[in-house]
């Protein structure tokens, strides 16, 4: 199915320009090339479609293709291109090659794609269609999240309300009315809070008091609610709100807060799950606070954990598509790569890994740079996933690296500075120490490196042969110009190359640390190891939750650091490879659910604000043709 572009114009026209060219392949016509039945698959028109999980049952004797993962040195504001990358080189496997191949990306907010950084669906010849769907709406799966999200926290407040003018007989008599024959009964979502109070009973009415109590009143500490409502726009004034103003509220007011719908646990549990009991499990383990004697409250605790999953059973089956060249996609979930993991799902990535089969490749993208997204990638996704990836493409650019070392500020949304557009091979030089320890990130889990250099019109020749022996020389496997974003598919054939022989090397893939390492070991593995930095800084606050977490056993799980990508250390404005610098920890929080603890390395933005001038200003319709224009 997979077909070579047969029509490449120079200049490179807008991406949506070269997408809306594009003829795509029928749905049904990609999915069927990949091995898909068509039992297995939930149309949602021409163009897009939904994969059922039970796909893998028939699939389970199948051996796994090739696993690469695609990440890159700390980026500029601007990108450095690894989604289109990871596109390029999927249309070079596939349809330069011979080779069966899929491609595994995240679906993009609303945020970013009305704000500054526009959509994320790759670029230029290497984009994922169609590019408009990609970026809005897609099949709702961020919708669905907002709409569990958004219930969970109506749940909370609604209970806090609801026991403050109640004693607890009321309480109990309300959540287990007796029906119209005077029977009671317990739902199973209120069976899982009994077991976990210890309470083996099955019949309502044979509760004791006391037993009644402790099961009715959860008496939820206001001050330790960490869930927060959430939109899928960049709305900066929704960042701290006051809820509870209504006159039927009686006064009790609370500050609260959104989120956008990306930075949602249920995003990262999306991501993480490996099958829907597994999400049902995970969304009853949420935890979104305490009781006022610091004992952690669930959304089992709270009754909705079985609702949340219901609105969730068709947002877990990944969502196919294909490639400008016709090699298959699929695009699912969408976490935060600063304060969640950053990668797309688990199940999309194992489906994938058995529909190509032992000869072929599945190519996926780990957000930011290889201290962040592959970091994670490694030491939480592979952990739950049970898969081990083959090899590493690091995506490098020159500018970047001209960034890194000394170069003038980079701005999204301004002019790139001329220096960028001069050759420098000195300034290139120094920026490559970014680039040798982003090597050395992937190489400590044991795993072949091959760079991809991300190729820009102003690069030469003398600066890509730099790279290329700093890279080979730091450990690299190979080291390759790619222009895939000029050319598609043919543009990445010699890095395609280098990747197919990077995976026939033995790799001992290994976690950075075991699981059983005290949460503070855990966190200075990372900065030591990943970041190269001499040490950690505890505040109160961040010691106080080390305390509680190791308390109630959530010691064992593993550290999803949120820090700035634009940086090594935790400082967005140090640049190239720091060394000696201090990493304080403010906070840490959990996500039980998802299932792993985030220390937050200075103050992260769950809400992004939109610029003076959003992306919105472009996107609009032509009412003739109900043809998007404007989107980038």
């Known amino acids: ?164 003018s109640q004693n607890d007989t009321q309480l109990y008599d309300r959540l287990c009315p007796a029906d119209s024959n005077g029977q009671r009964r317990f739902t199973p979502v209120m069976i899982r809070r009994l077991k976990k109070l210890g309470i083996d009973k099955a019949d309502p009415n044979q509760l004791t008091e006391d037993e009644r109590r402790r099961f009715a009143r959860l008496d939820i500490d206001p001050e330790s609610i960490t869930w927060r409502r959430v939109i899928d726009t960049s709305d900066r004034m929704l960042r701290q709100i006051t809820i509870g103003q209504g006159a039927d509220e009686e006064g009790f007011t609370r500050v609260a807060g959104f989120d956008i719908t990306v930075a949602s646990e249920i995003m990262a549990i999306l991501a993480l799950a490996t099958s829907l009991a597994d999400m049902r499990e995970r969304f009853g383990r949420m935890v979104i606070g305490t009781n006022r004697a610091g004992v952690p409250i669930s959304a089992d605790d709270l ?27 699929f695009v699912h979930a969408g976490p935060f790569a600063n304060i969640a993991h950053g990668n797309s799902s688990i199940v999309a990535d194992q489906i994938a890994l058995k529909l190509v089969g032992p000869e072929g490749f599945v190519v996926t993208e780990a957000g930011f740079g290889a201290d962040m997204g592959m970091e994670k990638f490694c030491n939480i996704k592979c952990r739950y996933s049970g898969l081990k990836p083959n090899c590493v493409v690091l995506v490098a650019t020159i500018r970047a690296l001209k960034m890194h070392g000394g170069g003038p500020k980079v701005v999204a949304g ?171 920890v403010r906070d840490i929080r959990a996500s039980v659910g998802a299932g792993f603890l985030y220390p937050l390395l200075g103050t992260m933005s769950t809400m992004p604000g939109l610029p003076t001038r959003p992306g919105f200003y472009d996107v609009d319709i032509d009412p003739e043709t109900g043809r998007v224009i404007g989107l980038s």
């Open 1 to 164: 199915m997979a077909q070579k572009l047969k029509k490449i114009l120079s200049p490179v026209p807008g991406d949506l320009e070269i997408a809306q060219a594009a003829d795509p392949i029928p749905i049904d016509q990609i999915a069927a090339a990949a091995g898909v039945l068509p039992d297995e698959l939930e149309l949602y028109g021409k163009t897009k479609a939904k994969v059922r999980l039970s796909i893998r049952d028939r699939l389970k004797n199948v051996s796994h293709g090739k696993y690469v993962v695609v990440t890159a040195i700390t980026p500029t504001p601007l990108g450095e291109g690894k989604t289109t990358t990871t596109v390029g080189l999927s249309q070079a496997l596939g349809a330069h090659l011979g080779k069966k191949v899929f491609t595994c990306v995240r679906q993009p907010s609303q945020g970013p794609t009305f704000g500054i950084k526009g959509g994320a669906a790759g670029g230029g010849y290497s984009q994922i269609i169609p590019m408009e769907d990609f970026n809005l709406h897609l099949t709702g799966d961020i919708h669905a999240i907002t709409a569990a999200n958004n219930l969970t926290a109506a749940a909370i407040d609604a209970r806090m309300f609801h026991e403050r």
């Open 303 to 329: 009754g909705v954990a079985g609702a949340l999953t219901v609105l969730m059973k068709d947002a877990i089956m990944p969502n196919l598509m294909q490639t400008l060249e016709g090699t298959p996609a």
């Open 414 to 584: 301004r002019p790139l500075p001329h220096a960028y557009a001069q050759e420098n091979l000195e300034l290139l030089k120094k920026g490559c120490a970014n680039l040798i320890k982003m090597i050395q990130n992937a190489r400590r889990f044991g795993l072949p490196v091959v760079v991809a250099i991300n190729k820009f019109k102003n690069d030469t020749a003398a600066e890509i042969d730099l790279v290329h022996r700093i890279a080979i020389e730091a450990g690299a496997a190979d080291a390759v110009m790619s222009d895939h974003w000029a050319r598609g598919g043919e543009g990445a054939v010699a890095l395609a190359r280098a990747v197919v022989a990077a995976c026939e090397q033995p790799g001992e893939f290994k976690f950075l640390y075991p699981l059983d390492l005290s949460i503070k070991q855990k966190i200075e593995t990372i900065v030591r190891e990943i970041y190269g930095g001499a040490g950690v800084e505890y505040l109160p606050e961040a010691e106080k939750k080390i305390e509680l977490y190791t308390r109630n056993g959530f010691d064992r799980l593993p550290i999803c650091m949120a820090k700035t990508h634009l940086s090594l250390s935790h400082d967005p404005n140090i640049k190239g490879a720091p060394s000696g610098f201090i990493v304080p």
